[in-house]
């Protein structure tokens, strides 16, 4: 999607405060403890998006460096499925990967390739921009209903100007699983009881489940030390640290500190929420609107390169 892009083309030349600056990351001091206490929590904010659609951002740019190697997740899950119509027109991409993971509905999308398609009711679109992709997605409710998340992840400086890439995966192939009694997930990235899903070599090293929880147990999940991990909730009430006495409802985000491990319990189920976990990068980021790289000097680059027509690398 286009992160303002269509409505604030200040952005193109790096003068927006709000949507453009060189942020450095720095290393936070790693928290050994092998079950993970949740270090931050959000609640996703109404946002104004691509050509006036009104969506919840759960985080993105103010959040950069908490989150690395991911920069934003928007839930479009729609209460007025006619917000959406106005979608989001041709807009560009450059240096990250935008994941679009379907409830209700669908998005038709075109792009500079040619390619074109539908993204339907739980289906997963994984988009490596890479060197540049000019795409436009557009929601359109299906009995009046329109839903989705889009998840953005960085790429670091080697792979900013990779070759663009799809993994289109249809719902029945994203495999649905019974983790333990009471606890199902779906499982769009990385594996859980050695079921793997079905998107695959992508370079932040990604989990990503939709994990729902029954009445009275607990969904235990091993991570890897260092990574960035966080859960967004879409249903239900749930505590994501053992006794810490503090419940997460629909549209709230907890980020975790470091560990080995996750334990998470539904108070009012079923508790349905996503997860994430990543390799971080580690890198500064320059972020200017739909196009994420290194330095200011690379964006004032993509953005004079759009401007001039000599954006899009790979034509087919
Ligand atoms: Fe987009």
Redesign the pocket.
């Known amino acids: ?3 303002n892009f269509l409505s604030k083309t200040v952005v193109l030349f790096g003068h927006d405060q709000h949507l453009n600056a060189v942020s450095v990351y720095l290393p936070v001091i790693a928290h050994m403890s092998a079950i993970r206490k949740v270090v931050k929590i959000l609640k996703a904010k109404e946002t104004i998006e691509g050509a006036g659609v009104r969506l919840h951002r759960a985080f993105g740019y103010y959040e950069v460096p908490n989150f690395d190697p991911f920069l934003m997740l928007d839930d479009f899950r729609a209460d007025r499925p006619e917000d959406y119509l106005p979608g ?1 027109p041709w ?1 560009p ?1 450059r240096g990250i990967e ?1 994941v679009t993971y379907m409830f209700e509905g669908k998005v038709e999308h075109c792009d500079s390739m040619g390619n074109a398609g539908i993204v339907g009711a739980g289906d997963v679109q994984w ?1 490596t921009a890479g060197s540049g992709i000019i ?3 557009m929601p359109k409710p299906v009995k009046g209903r329109m839903g989705g998340f ?1 998840l953005w992840v960085n790429l670091p400086r080697v792979n900013k100007m990779m070759d663009p890439r799809y993994q289109e995966i249809k719902h029945e192939q994203i495999p649905t699983i019974e983790i333990s009694e009471g606890v199902t997930g779906k499982i769009i990235c990385g594996s859980i009881n050695s079921i793997v899903g079905p998107v695959h070599d992508i370079i932040a090293d990604p989990e990503y489940f939709d994990i729902t929880i029954e009445e009275g147990v607990t969904f235990s999940h091993p991570v890897k030390n260092g990574y960035t991990v966080f859960t967004y909730v879409i249903n239900g009430e749930g505590e994501f640290e053992p006794n810490s006495n503090q419940y997460l409802h629909n549209h709230e985000l907890a980020l975790f500190g470091d560990g080995t491990n996750v334990q998470i319990r539904p108070n009012k189920y079923p508790l349905r929420f996503l997860f994430f976990s990543g390799k971080p990068i580690g890198e500064p980021v320059a972020w200017g609107g ?1 196009i994420v790289m290194n330095t200011q000097a690379e964006l004032t680059q993509a953005f004079r390169e759009y401007q001039d027509g000599t954006f899009i690398k790979i034509q087919d």
């Open positions: 999607m286009a992160l989001f807009h991409h935008t988009m795409h436009q997605e889009q739909p």
